[in-house]
């Protein structure tokens, strides 16, 4: 669910300035002088000072025009809010002023037909529980009623809206619910609100999934050259039909058992949870088919290439994980597949190199800037760029404009519902404590977070690449060193310097080497959703052997670095603890050789 | 009005843009290149600030962006080179690059920063419309810029009124879909989309692009549109040498 907020009734400049802080979308004074809430002698300093985007939105009830006038002239009012009979006329003449809000009382003898004039009059249209004192009953009104409600207009929806209507807020999906409004259910007394509740609710509020314009939050997008925008626009628009379809979702099911291997086990791992006094639980997507999870989305991708018609598949790639995967599809559906690689490391990666063109593909060595992922992902665009018709670009994680993190998320979320199921057969309870993932770009954590976001019981970690520690000048721990900026089509966080060049990142694990992480990786990250972490090359490389020795499984030296975090948590015992192992290590063994000198 | 449109209205073909990058081949060249362009005929100046990561760039406007950065360009020293612009330039300049750099920045400032050097208009290719129409939009014009949009063969109709309803400069016509420094080759579905858009009746004027190279490109796309774009061929043909008869010796060609 996606909406504004819009917190009403406000009048004590202490609470107002803490309900500031919360940079709610709207923030509304009573201007009635009936109401419990009315602002009475407040100073309009401090309405004037409230900084945008905070709108503050003054309340009417059939008030004289040039009173609403002056009041939005002496207050700097951004939005009004009118709660009476005013007709369409008197909205038009605010509509050069402020915002207009109209608000309706709303209960079964309602006519949604009487809207009708207001549909040029007014911005957005509010409706509120019916009462004889224009609102502020603390009461809902049935939201069935909004069935009736067939225009186009964006709404408010108020009326005794609570910190118990989370549940059902989330249940609404009405792409014209533009805002939430509360007002009396999180009051201590009229006029004064609860700003621990408020900030709970705004956080379940906020959606932590992405909106209809392509954004999670101040993040997302799509920040592409027009050469790019039909290719991507043609994904964005049939996306969610083909995902949905039921006949891919057979076929992409299918795929994922017989030929990934999948479920793929959820493993008790009982030495590592004795050292660490808790239940830790190994999703094994190190025993997928390419040996790890990315043929996930490359399955799902290629799945839906096939359907756009197209004829030619492009990749970047880093460690050589993603590259694999798309190929090894590629071969599997008998389409061409060219691989775009960093010089760096196909020299790093030889025996992935070779697994790609013994599976047919070609494999282009990028040789712009670092010669790394990120000029790789370069390399791949400007390929698209120049092949706007037939090719169809496996982008291997959560970043890229939209639709492409939502895309790859949905794909990679097996992850997620398959180890729900696995944890209520084995635990008799479907919600962990904690999940742990790594994130270079994000997929698999985002794989394995997807079902738990909105479950907030549920603690996420994402960890990150640390590279030689966050100070040294070689790591890849975006969000620590990072700061919100456009790469690679969408806003996000990135390691950049203050003049918006990227820098470059270091870490052992090729797969984490990359300045950026995904946009609801961001958005998670700002609304502290998800706590993120790094590891360090050593703390990993570490954390890989102490597995291989304790469990007898080898990790990808990426999954290690989840792995390693378990070392700076603490737990009391019987906390159940789930970790994405995203990989297997034979891709890591020279690194593995030389650094213990096995 | 700026310098654009008073450009446009007095000339109508044959108009000539040329892209360079600033810092390129010397970190103090922005200038002097500037004025030669313009002495030697140019009618419209694209300078372009140099990003890590341009995608729609093909090698040689990567290796001149790539060149300017490791010799210390960046958006706080353009602005400072350009404080002698208006003392040397009088025709229409564009600045050009991708929006990290200027989200970094600062939107409202680097406007700001445009309006006071007396920049006309902006190329910013990764800032999609959308964007540009709710955050950018206002703050643009208030500083007299011109947001000049792309589009390319595969550009819907509906969507080439939207951008001609929202620019106020020219639109800026791919040749074809594609990276910069290709050859332009009109082919025969290049011919009826490039006519396609002449009968659109556009509000605004249209320059072609992309893959022009020589006088022979050049005028093919003087046929099509109000003028053409060089950019690779010209960072090229200033790799080496003097600025000014490097200059002199490629517009030649073009302003004979
Ligand atoms: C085993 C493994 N884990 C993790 C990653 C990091 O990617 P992401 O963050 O998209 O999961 C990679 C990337 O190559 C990988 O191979």
């Known amino acids: 669910m996606i909406a504004k907020l819009k917190i009403c009734g406000m009048k004590d400049p202490l609470n107002i300035r803490d309900a500031v802080a919360l940079k709610p979308d709207y923030l509304g004074f009573i201007f009635y002088p009936a109401s419990k809430r009315f602002i009475a002698d407040l100073d309009p300093v401090v309405i004037r000072q409230i900084p945008l985007p905070v709108k503050t939105t003054g309340v009417f009830v059939n008030e004289e025009l040039d009173v609403v006038k002056k009041a939005i002239a002496d207050y700097q009012l951004k939005a009004v809010q009118l709660h009476g009979q005013e007709s369409p006329d008197y909205c038009r003449a605010l509509s050069n002023d402020a915002e207009v809000i109209k608000a309706f009382g709303i209960d079964a003898a309602f006519n949604f037909a009487s809207l009708k004039p207001y549909e040029d009059a007014a911005d957005y249209f509010l409706f509120d529980t019916q009462t004889a004192e224009h609102g502020g009953s603390g009461k809902t009104f049935s939201w069935q009623l909004l069935e009736q409600y067939k225009m186009d207009k964006p709404y408010f929806l108020s009326g005794g809206i609570g910190p118990e209507s989370v549940a059902s807020l989330k249940q609404l999906s009405d792409h014209r619910l533009y805002a939430i409004d509360v007002n009396s259910r999180f009051e201590t007394v009229p006029g004064f609100k609860n700003i621990e509740e408020l900030t709970k609710f705004k956080n379940h509020t906020m959606s932590y999934f992405v909106n209809e314009k392509g954004y999670y939050g101040d993040f997302g997008g799509a920040y592409i050259p027009e050469m790019l925008y039909p290719n991507v626009e043609e994904l964005r628009e049939n996306y969610l039909k083909i995902i949905n379809d039921a006949d891919f979702q057979k076929e992409f099911h299918a795929l994922l058992k017989d030929y990934v291997g999948r479920p793929s086990p959820l493993y008790l791992a009982k030495r590592l949870s004795a050292r660490y006094n808790a239940n830790i639980f190994l999703k094994r997507e190190d025993l997928n088919h390419t040996g790890a999870h990315k043929i996930n989305n490359t399955i799902g991708q290629i799945l839906l290439a096939e359907r756009l018609g197209k004829k030619r598949i492009i990749a970047e790639t880093g460690a050589g994980q993603h590259g694999v995967a798309t190929a090894t599809v590629c071969a599997l559906r008998g389409l061409e597949c060219v691989i775009y690689m960093g010089e760096i490391d196909i020299h790093r990666q030889a025996p992935n190199v070779a697994r790609m063109k013994m599976l047919g593909a070609t494999v282009v060595s990028a040789v712009s800037g670092s010669k790394t992922l990120k000029d790789a992902t370069n390399e791949a665009m400007r390929d698209w760029i120049n092949n706007p018709v037939d090719t169809h670009y496996i982008i291997g994680s959560v970043v890229g404009p939209h639709p492409y993190p939502d895309m790859v998320s949905i794909f990679q979320s097996v992850i997620s519902e398959e180890t729900k199921k696995q944890l209520l057969e084995q635990t008799g309870n479907d919600q962990p404590d904690y999940v742990l993932a790594c994130v270079g770009g994000g997929s698999n954590a985002m794989g394995m977070f997807y079902h738990f976001i909105d479950d907030e019981k549920v603690k996420l970690v994402a960890v990150e690449a640390a590279g030689k520690g966050v100070s040294s000048g070689f790591s890849a721990a975006t969000t620590y060193l990072g700061k919100e900026g456009v790469l690679h089509g969408s806003r996000s966080i990135l390691m950049q310097t203050a003049d918006g060049q990227v820098v470059e990142p270091h870490s052992v694990s090729a797969g984490l080497d990359y300045p950026g992480i995904g946009p609801q990786h961001a958005h998670l990250f700002k609304t502290t959703r998800a706590e993120y972490v790094s590891i360090t090359d050593d703390e990993s490389l570490q954390a890989g052997l102490l597995c291989t020795q304790l469990e007898g499984i080898i990790p990808a030296i990426e999954s290690a670095h989840a792995l390693a975090h378990l070392e700076k948590m603490t737990f009391t015992g019987g906390e159940n603890v789930v970790v994405c192992l995203s990989g297997r290590g034979d891709k890591d063994m020279d690194t593995y050789m030389k650094y213990f000198g096995l | ?256």
């Open chain 2, 1 to 256: 009005m700026n310098r654009i449109n008073q450009l446009f209205q007095e000339k109508k073909n044959n108009i000539l843009s040329i892209y360079y990058t600033a810092g390129y081949p010397g970190l103090g060249d922005t200038i002097a290149i500037a004025e030669a362009l313009e002495n030697a005929g140019a009618d419209i100046l694209e300078i372009g600030f140099p990003y890590s990561d341009p995608v729609a760039d093909g090698p040689v406007i990567q290796a001149s962006s790539k060149q300017a950065l490791d010799l210390g360009m960046d958006l706080n020293l353009l602005f400072e080179q350009l404080k002698e612009l208006r003392k040397k330039v009088t025709i229409p300049v564009l600045l050009m690059g991708y929006v990290n750099p200027v989200l970094q920045y600062g939107v409202e400032r680097f406007c700001k920063a445009c309006a006071e050097v007396g920049i006309d208009g902006c190329i910013v290719p990764d800032l999609p419309m959308v964007e540009y129409e709710e955050f950018y939009k206002d703050t643009f014009l208030e500083n007299g810029l011109s947001n000049i949009f792309l589009v390319t063969p595969q550009t819907s109709v509906d969507r080439i009124h939207k951008i001609d309803g929202l620019s106020n400069g020219f639109i800026y016509l791919l040749s074809s879909s594609a990276t910069t420094g290709q050859n332009l080759q009109v082919s025969d579905q290049t011919e009826t989309y490039f006519s396609r858009i002449a009968a659109m009746k556009l509000n605004n004027p249209t320059m072609i692009g992309f893959g022009i190279s020589s006088k022979e490109t050049f005028d093919k796309a003087c046929r099509y549109a109000n003028g053409g774009i060089i950019g690779t061929a010209f960072v090229k043909s200033i790799a080496e040498g003097d600025i000014v008869e490097n200059v002199n010796a490629f517009m030649q060609t073009f302003r004979s």
